[in-house]
């Protein structure tokens, strides 16, 4: 027990938290992604919007995905400084698995460290993410006995 809080044990199951994580990271993320960049490109080469004034029976298709823009270009802004708040090591093992082009084996390499101690580092960083992004109130973390 702390001198003023009831600190209670780790109960995150790191296991199914990295699972939870590198799913984020290779499918979600990669979606807002597209989210972002789709709607700005057609923002941008398409002049001609739905009307205003125009009775449409699913609402403005021009601005829901405007609004889905908006949202996924924040999401992205928070989790870029999710990642900036990383130790600096964990931050450039989860650059060069999950931003780059490279395979995983050309990442090892890029980072000049084995295999070993890469996903150390690589593990290690995803659970820091995940703890710094649930104090944004977005928790990728599983809890022990938590169905996943």
Do not use: W
């Not at 990271?25 to 990669?30: C, E, G, K």
């Not at 029976?57 to 601005?63: M, Q, R, S, Y």
């Amino acid at each position: 027990m702390g001198v003023l809080f009831d600190f209670k044990q780790d109960d995150v199951d790191k296991t199914a938290t990295l699972k939870q994580v590198r799913s984020f990271f290779t499918d979600d993320l990669v979606k807002l992604e597209d989210m972002a960049g789709q709607s700005v490109n057609f923002m941008l080469s398409s002049p001609s919007a739905d009307l205003a004034g125009v009775n449409a029976p699913n609402g403005n298709t021009i601005e829901r995905q405007m609004i889905r823009s908006v949202d996924a270009r924040r999401e992205l802004t928070l989790i870029t400084d999710c990642l900036r708040q990383c130790k600096p090591k964990h931050r450039e093992i989860i650059e060069l698995r999950f931003f780059t082009n490279y395979s995983t084996t050309r990442a090892i390499m890029e980072s000049g460290f084995s295999r070993t101690r890469f996903f150390d580092y690589l593990n290690a960083g995803m659970l820091e993410f995940a703890s710094i992004y649930a104090r944004y109130g977005r928790d990728l973390q599983i809890r022990q006995g938590q169905p996943t």
